[in-house]
């Protein structure tokens, strides 16, 4: 029998070939694997949260302090005042008058937004506001908005109710006009950033009530993770502007009568509302280290589900809640026993609290328990109160601003009392934390999460992590020793230049020496360039802000019109140019960024140079022979605004004052009218910074007052009462069950609306309720019985029958007690 057998070397070659695509298989596996987990940097945030706070600094100061932002509803608010009535359950009122309000949002900077005043006017303040927090997030983060760019930005929205325009709803109609829905829709909160800005990514609005922002959050991770877009705008937006949906939740006792969240607490009885809006920049983590952009921290998984057929439509859901944030963990790759801090939902009431904190000792709790160190947990919701559908935003901003810091703060006072006895704490190694303290240094990782879950059953997790710099990028800034810097600034109108300068020269004033270069270079390559403008150069922070203000009060601050080119004189023919090949050299040396305009550039110096300044954007005629003066190379353009000719020198006989020179004439140059792109001037180790002033918007009120509404009624509720008691038996004595069993089951068809009698036997989830339904029920009864018990003593999943029992048990216990004893 013949065997044929293969040449041994051509089988090596054949599983060298096999090893070799093996090995390409598996790193582009990984590749893939590594893509759908990639960590996300936190690069910038704008926020407005009551009463004023507008800055991520004025955030942490809150934070760290004792007061909450809790105040009587403002005066510009009169349907919420009007509708406030202390006596809980009363048809058609709201029985809070406290909450979280925002001091201003009646004022915008139409004009800066290109927006016309008749349309500002009817735009729903939350626009206003988004348009001005997602500009600041972007500054923060070191995104220059061009609108010729088209920058690859998605805008991710959460936001659940748009009430201002409720206003120009009345019987003719006559107010409503074009403006009516792109000034109200959900959807055009979102669209209206990216058609501003002119962006071409993605734009999503999200309504999933409560966790409307976090689930923005979720969206935007797997877009940048996706390649959907380049950076990720994640907002949030909520404000109380109508009776409507604050009488609703009045109703359904879903607020709590002090009008304050009470987060954890013995006392908590109902969360009290909030207003918010806010932005906060995504990018790829590996995307901001390339670009020097700063990184506050690092989102490294998220996670979201639903409750599915839980008790409720409404009610919280405990073991979808674990499974979203083991989902979460496991996105993020990160060990339950690494977690340092959870900012929780935490409303403050007695029905999702308990079920909160169970899922959270349920998904980490062994975790916990098996390090020793206990995990710290609280909620902004005790300071901020409830911001709906921008809460989520509220605590990842709040979230990002513990990791930066390193440092937690107190989720609850002393002053605060007991914590809630329905959570098994003594069982749990869990803490809520009275006072500021460090992050545990005992944990390896300074990590955290976020939980959010909404009415509407959607839960989303997220987990973040502090960033830790490159120490030899760090060692690279702090080295940098005194250098010239150019410092540009820009606005749209002379007050907004002069007050920007001011802020920035505040800033220059306290500044270290090594801040100097990040400073110049965020605002230099960080900034969107406009009209009015001002350029300086020095070799200090305290310098800088002199000549800033030296600018300012020489004045006049008049715009510029654009200057396209201009006309580089050097050396005639036969002069010396060797100063300037040195020059140049000197140039390439001082500004690294330069160096690739002369990767095989020609070798004389004019042309050298000439590559230089097309780095930079500065397009420019050669001309040889220039005018005599100090120096003999000059760069030279003619002003469209008044004719004139600026002349400036770039190098001269001393090589070594290149640098210098070239600086100052950026500098004349910009405040003339060029447009120079100047993120090449980046001194080595410089990085963006985040803490620098925005830009100043200016305030003008653009506000639609809101109508009051006639009276609905006798003061006391007494006509609506007798309208929603038609048809229905008189109250009985509590005494007589049957008269009682009658009258309990009649109220309760009416609440539901039921065509047909009750069927007993069901329980009142079986028959469509839930627990809004049993809340007004409740609220029903309570118009001419003491129940003395609280909703949550009271099951809904039991048969009608049973709950009516129980029920009348209770009334004929309270009408048993002496009136002076309840009292």
Known sequence: MRVDMVDSPEIRRLLEDQLRLSQRLKARIRELEGARHAPIAVVGMGLRFPP?????????????GEETAVSEIPGDRPGLRAVYDPVVGRPGRSYVDRGGFISDIAHFDAEFFGITHREAKLLDPQQRMLLETAWEALERGGVAVRRSER??????????????????????????????????????????????????????????ACSSSLTALHLAVRGLRNGDCRYALVCGSNLLLSANLMVSLCQTRALSPAGRCKSFLASADGYGRAEGVGAVLLMRLDDAERGGH?????????????????????????????????????????????????????????????????????????????????????????????????????????????????????????ADGDLNPHIPWDRMNFTVPRRNGPWPRSLPRRIASVNSFGMSGTNVHAVLEAYEPDEADEAAALSTGPRRELLTL???????????????????????????????????????????????????????????????????????????SATLWLPGDGEDTDPLAR????????????????????DTPGERLTRLLG????????????????????????SERDGGTRSVPLAGDAPEQAPELFLDALAAWFAGGGDPRLDALRAPGARLVADLPTYPFRRVRFWIDEP???????????????????????????????????????????????????????????IGGDSFIFTLYLTKVEEHFQTGTPPEDLPIDIPVAQLVERLIDHIAEMAAVPAESRA
């Open 583 to 602: 020059a140049v050299a000197a140039l390439a040396d001082t500004f690294p960024g330069l160096r690739p305009a002369l990767d095989g550039a020609p």
């Open 151 to 208: 920058l690859n930005v998605g805008v991710y929205l959460g936001m659940m109710a748009s009430e201002y325009s409720e206003r120009l709803e009345d019987s003719s109609r006559t107010r409503i006009d074009p403006y009516y829905t792109t000034g109200g829709g959900l959807c055009f909160g979102a669209g209206r950033i990216s058609h501003v800005m002119d962006f071409s990514g993605p734009v999503v609005s999200v309504d999933t």
């Open 490 to 564: 820009s606005a749209k109108s002379p007050e907004a230049l002069a007050d920007l300068a001011g802020a920035v020269g505040a800033y220059l004033n306290k500044a270290e020496p090594a801040e100097m270069s990040s400073v110049c270079h965020t605002l230099r390559a960080g900034r969107a360039v406009f009209a009015h403008r001002l350029a300086v150069t020095g070799t200090t922070p305290a310098e800088l802000a002199e000549r800033l203000a030296e600018e300012v009060a020489r004045g006049p601050l008049t715009p510029v019109t654009p200057v396209r």
């Open 294 to 414: 700063p990184i506050l921290a690092v989102v490294r998984g998220t996670a979201a589900n639903h409750d599915g057929a839980a008790s409720g439509l409404t009610a919280p859901n405990g073991p979808a809640q674990q499974e979203v944030i083991r989902a979460a963990l496991a996105d993020a790759r990160v060990d339950p026993a690494d977690i340092g801090w959870i900012e929780a939902h935490g409303t403050g009431t007695a029905l999702g609290d308990p079920i909160e904190i169970g899922a959270i000792d349920g998904a980490v709790g062994d975790a916990i328990r098996a390090r020793g160190v206990p995990l710290a947990l609280g909620s902004v919701k005790a300071r901020l109160n409830h911001m709906e559908a921008a809460s989520g935003l509220a605590a990842l901003a709040k979230t990002v601003l513990m990791l930066r810091h390193g440092e937690i703060p107190a989720a609850a006072s002393e």
């Open 615 to 638: 780095r930079i954007g500065v397009r420019v005629r050669r001309r040889s022979g220039g005018p005599a003066g100090a120096g003999t190379v000059r760069l030279e353009w003619r």
């Open 708 to 766: 009051l509404e006639p009276s609905a009624g006798a003061a006391d509720g007494t006509a609506t009462a007798e309208a929603d008691d038609a048809g229905r038996p008189a109250p009985p004595d509590p005494h007589d069950r049957d008269g009682m069993r009658g009258y309990l089951l009649a109220v309760l068809r009416d609440v539901l609306d039921a065509p047909d009698e009750v069927d007993p036997g069901l329980s009142l989830l079986e």
């Open 52 to 64: 004023d706070l507008d800055s991520p600094d004025r955030y942490w100061d809150f934070l760290r």
